[in-house]
């Protein structure tokens, strides 16, 4: 399935730059189950953008979209 991702995270923190929004977008073929697993990594922890993402220190809003994309 191809899939459109956005994340939108606020009130951040990288390499000790203060940043008020950044909104990243990627398109990508997944499986229903990638999708599945990524949304449970995303719910289930809290840590999660700060512990993928180097340089990231402190998030403070944040939201991960995942729609699929008109073939």
Known sequence: MRMKFTLNMEDLVVEGNEIDNIVVDWVEDVTQERVLEISNLWISSQTFLTEKMDGLSKVGE??????????
């Open 62 to 71: 944040s939201s991960l979209t995942i729609e699929p994309m008109e073939e």
